[in-house]
C-alpha cells in the first residue's frame, strides 16, 4: 500500500512539476542575501546520478521514467525566531546553455520539519546540473517571509532509453 501511495504522489507532483515555469517567468530579484540560521539538504549529496529511462526523449513531455528523491532538513528556532516553510527546487546548468527547470515551487510538510519528495527530471534533462535549494523562511515579525538560495548540490542524470 505504501508504494501505491508513493507512486500516487508522485504522479501528482510530476503533472505539477510539468506545468511549471521555467526561468524567465522567475522573479530573481525576490532572493534574499542568505544571513543566519539556515537549513540544510539530507538527500541527495553531491555528486549523485539518477538515470531517466526515456529522459531524452522530448515527445513524451513528462520527462524520463525515474524520480529525483529530495531531502531537506528546515530549521525551527526561537531566539531570534525563524521557521522554515518550504523549498523551491530547480535544476540549474552549470554552463548557463539551458534555462532553469523546476522541479516544484513552495515545498514543504507542515507536520515536520524534514522535507522530502519525488520528482520526475524534465523531459529532454540529461547532463550535469546543479540541483539548486531556495529555502523560504518565516521570520516571525508580522509574517515577513524571506527566500534564498541554501544549497546546490551537483548531480547528474544519465538518459536511457526505454527497451
Avoid: W
Amino acid at each position: 500500500m505504501l508504494s501505491f501511495t508513493t507512486a500516487i504522489t508522485a504522479i501528482l507532483t510530476v503533472t505539477a512539476a510539468v506545468a511549471l515555469p521555467h526561468r524567465e517567468a522567475r522573479n530573481e530579484n525576490a532572493l534574499a542575501s542568505r544571513a543566519g540560521p539556515s537549513g540544510y539538504v539530507v538527500y541527495p549529496p553531491g555528486g549523485t546520478s539518477f538515470e531517466s529511462m526515456g529522459g531524452a526523449e522530448s515527445d513524451n513531455g513528462a520527462g524520463g521514467i525515474s524520480f529525483i528523491h529530495i531531502q531537506y532538513q528546515g530549521i525551527d528556532v526561537n531566539s531570534p525566531y525563524t521557521q522554515t516553510i518550504g523549498v523551491d527546487v530547480y535544476l540549474q546548468d552549470p554552463t548557463g546553455v539551458q534555462p532553469d527547470q523546476y522541479l516544484t515551487y513552495d515545498f514543504g510538510n507542515p507536520n515536520s520539519l524534514l522535507i522530502d519528495g519525488y520528482f520526475s527530471p524534465p523531459s529532454g534533462a540529461c547532463g550535469d546540473y546543479n540541483l539548486v535549494f531556495v529555502e523560504h523562511q518565516n521570520l516571525g515579525n508580522f509574517g515577513d517571509i524571506i527566500k534564498f538560495q541554501a544549497a546546490a548540490p551537483a548531480i547528474t542524470i544519465v538518459c536511457t532509453p526505454i527497451q
